[in-house]
């Protein structure tokens, strides 16, 4: 069986691992790295609950191959804050009541840390096309869009970078 | 869902690239963004015996302006398309077009590029590019170019023209005989989707008058559709309200829509007129 040698740091540690060509990152992420929190929904690049970032975009990791992060930094939920230290994103989730099952938050709140990375003011309209990509079950959406205008203003009032996985300050 | 397994290249150079594809010809498939190729290995309905990642070689990502003509490389993503200053000034049919790519993490990776090559007929991009005259750029082992017409290259449903040991590097845009105006009209189920219908609108044009006109359907035919008689009736003259009419009549008469979960092929064929009338009606389309 074929294997390959990757070196990618996930959520600020650098990890070096041999991997099938073939895994997908989120089965990487899941399976190999324990992270749990990177969900699978519909398995066919449609629903966005398996989003992470990769070099701070959001992406599907549904549909890249982990082998495909060799040399790059991928940032996963259990990256964006810890329970002591919850980023204002998840804080803003818990305060608006962000979410019901559950089960699409952490593609969300990924999607959204990339949305106010781009723009730390945006409207609810800029909110909405931002996580287009993210399909919530419950249909939640509109405290899902509370919650991302909760946490930009959160953000702006501290005017600071926040730590990512209470790791390092950027 | 596991692909079955498959030989995986990173080259780093255009000429790695090309010998790997040459070891395992038709049996080797190039990844760009992936947005429709990881799908497609994931569900088996390919099984790539090698998968060539060309993510790792430089000076593919870029899109830019020379001797008057666009050309964009194989790893410009639709992400940077959408934010491109340069298409919302001379390009207003594809500046429209790429915020309606699919969703925001597809349109982080996926290519215009790949998505053409892909040749899914619901594709956004190869009508556009039937608009404008575009071409794609490949290039084969010994360096040389062959330049082909999108209208060439996308030869049936899935199926492009590319030969053997050829990659797609480049698509590119032809000068225009005039100002550019235009957009791109989609009307989709829901946010993301496949387009219901899709319409491709770019005018060339000096003062009122329309030098070339480029009508393309989307989702509404076995492939994109080029809609040459109503781009023929616009040639030469100005817009109002009876050329608009005409144009909107024959490019829904060009089209070949099905009934299908979305929608009637009456209902599609009345939103391409509806949309054609539109966008030439757009403020977008007569501000000359």
Not at chain 2, 86 to 95: A, D, E, F, H, K
Not at chain 2, 186 to 209: C, H, P, Q, Y
Not at chain 2, 270 to 284: A, D, K, N, P, W
Request: proline share 5%; hydrophobic share 40%; charged share 20%.
């Amino acid at each position: 069986m074929e294997e390959r040698r990757i070196n990618v740091v996930v959520n600020g540690e650098p990890k070096s691992v041999d991997v099938e060509p073939r895994i997908l990152l989120a089965h990487f992420l899941r399976e190999v790295l324990g992270l749990t929190g990177t969900h699978i929904g519909c398995d066919t690049t449609n629903c966005g609950v398996c989003t992470v970032l990769v070099d701070g975009l959001p992406m599907k990791s549904c549909t890249m191959f982990a082998v495909m992060t060799d040399g790059h930094e991928v940032t996963t939920v259990e990256g964006l804050g810890m329970p002591s230290e919850l980023h204002p994103i998840q804080q803003g989730f818990r305060e608006e009541h962000g979410l019901q099952c559950g089960f699409c938050t952490p593609g969300m709140m990924l999607a959204s840390k990339a949305i106010l990375d781009e723009n730390p003011n945006p409207t609810e309209e800029e909110v909405r096309w931002g996580l287009a990509g993210n399909l919530c079950r419950c249909t939640g959406y509109q405290n899902i869009v509370k919650a991302v205008l909760w946490a930009a203003e959160k953000m702006r009032s501290e005017g600071g970078a926040y730590v990512l996985g209470g790791r390092s300050r950027r | 869902m596991y692909p079955s397994r498959f030989h995986y290249e990173a080259p780093r150079t255009l000429d790695e690239a090309f010998e790997a594809i040459q070891a395992y010809g038709d049996e080797a498939k190039i990844l760009a963004g992936g947005m429709s190729l990881i799908p497609l290995i994931k569900l088996r309905f390919a099984a790539p015996a090698c998968i060539v990642d060309i993510n790792n070689i430089p000076g593919l990502d870029y899109h830019e302006e020379e001797g008057g003509s666009l050309r964009i490389g194989a790893l410009c993503r639709h992400r940077t398309l959408e934010r491109s200053s340069l298409l919302r000034n001379n390009y207003p049919v594809m500046y429209a077009t790429a915020p309606l790519i699919a969703d925001p993490m597809v349109r982080n990776r996926g290519t215009l590029v790949g998505s053409i090559c892909h040749a899914d007929p619901q594709g956004d991009w190869a009508s556009v590019m039937l608009s404008l005259g575009g071409e794609i750029i490949a290039r084969n082992a010994e360096g040389r170019e062959r330049t082909i017409p999108v209208s060439e290259f996308v030869v049936g449903p899935f199926q492009n023209s590319l030969q053997t040991g050829e990659i797609a590097v480049a698509a590119r845009v032809p000068a225009a005989q005039g100002t550019r105006k235009g957009t791109y009209l989609k009307l989709e189920r829901r946010v993301g989707d496949f387009a219901t219908v899709g319409v491709a609108i770019n005018l060339e044009m000096s003062g009122g008058t329309v030098n070339r006109a480029g009508i393309a359907l989307t989702g509404v035919g076995s492939n994109n559709i080029k809609c040459t008689s109503a781009e023929q009736a616009l040639a030469g003259k100005s817009l109002n309200s009876s050329t608009i009419d005409q144009a909107a009549r024959l490019a829904a008469e060009a089209s070949e829509p099905k009934s299908d979960v979305r929608g009637s092929a009456e209902y599609k064929r009345h939103i391409v007129y509806t949309f054609v009338q539109r966008g030439l009606s757009s403020r977008e389309a007569r501000a000359a």
